[in-house]
């Protein structure tokens, strides 16, 4: 399974983007979005399950959006109202397995993007 992430780009705030993350080579079953800023640890952003059932952190409840398209076996992250500190690389991740998943903890996610760089302007 091979993820692509794209999407990314230079944005100011309260401006808004859309990402990107066209899976291949297989079928998954949950994906999710994570960040990782300079000097900080990789954080969960959002998560789709195999049901639809979507899942975020308190900090962009209500600003982000994940969905997924199977036709197009792609995900995105719709990201509005974006503040300077969602400044980050954002990764697509996603998980194959039927055993137990916690979509906030990266360690569940098999299968991972190579991130694209969101850049939110004062």
């Known amino acids: 399974v091979q993820l692509q992430a794209s999407g990314g780009g230079l944005v100011q705030a309260g401006g808004s983007l859309r990402l990107s993350c066209a899976v291949s080579?297989?079928?998954?079953?949950?994906t999710g979005w994570f960040r990782q800023a300079p000097g900080k640890e990789r954080e969960f952003v959002a998560a789709?399950?195999?049901?639809?059932?979507?899942y975020y952190p308190d900090l962009v409840k209500g600003r982000f959006t994940i969905s997924r398209d199977n036709a197009k076996n792609t995900i995105y992250l719709q990201m509005n109202s974006l503040k300077t500190e969602d400044t980050a690389v954002y990764y697509c991740?996603?998980?194959?397995?039927?055993?137990?998943?916690?979509?906030?903890?990266?360690?569940?996610?098999?299968?991972w993007g190579q991130g694209t760089q969101v850049t939110v302007s004062s």
């Open positions: 080579g297989g079928t998954v079953l949950h």
């Open positions: 991740a996603a998980d194959r397995q039927f055993s137990q998943w916690y979509p906030e903890k990266a360690t569940s996610y098999d299968y």
């Open positions: 789709i399950g195999r049901s639809g059932n979507t």
